[in-house]
Nanobody, 115 residues
Framework: QVQLVESGGGLVQAGGSLRLSCAAS????????VGWYRQAPGNERELVAS???????NYADSVKGRFTISRDNAKNTVNLQMTSLKPEDTAVYYC?????????WGQGTQVTVSS
């Protein structure tokens, strides 16, 4: 079973930055589409940013210009650089790796932005 492990979450003041990392065992993430999702209490899980195996990126409108998704193939990670954080960014952030016939989720990392 492939394991995805998120790290980098924490408590930060509004306007601050955090860098989340999604690491994988058993697979090479560069062959998978990888997405960062988040879920706040009472809300559905939503896509924040994604990157295809070809390197194309996509962002939710709410994070465009503030978040950047990128790959570090040497470390086999997909990172989410989050800047200008807002209290509404508070959520559990999950990474997902997918390709045809395969889909895996990490356990999530908490991001809390204080006002």
């Amino acid at each position: 079973q492939v394991q995805l492990v998120e790290s980098g979450g924490g408590l930060v003041q509004a306007g601050g930055s955090l860098r989340l990392s999604c690491a994988a065992s058993e697979i090479r993430l560069n062959f998978y589409a990888v997405g960062w999702y988040r879920q706040a209490p009472g809300n559905e899980r939503e896509l924040v940013a994604s990157i295809t195996s070809g390197g194309y990126t996509n962002y939710a409108d709410s994070v465009k210009g503030r978040f950047t998704i990128s790959r570090d193939n040497a470390k086999n990670t997909v990172n989410l650089q989050m800047t200008s954080l807002k209290p509404e960014d508070t959520a559990v952030y999950y990474c997902n790796a997918a390709r045809v016939g395969y889909n895996s989720w990490g356990q999530g990392t908490q991001v809390t932005v204080s006002s």
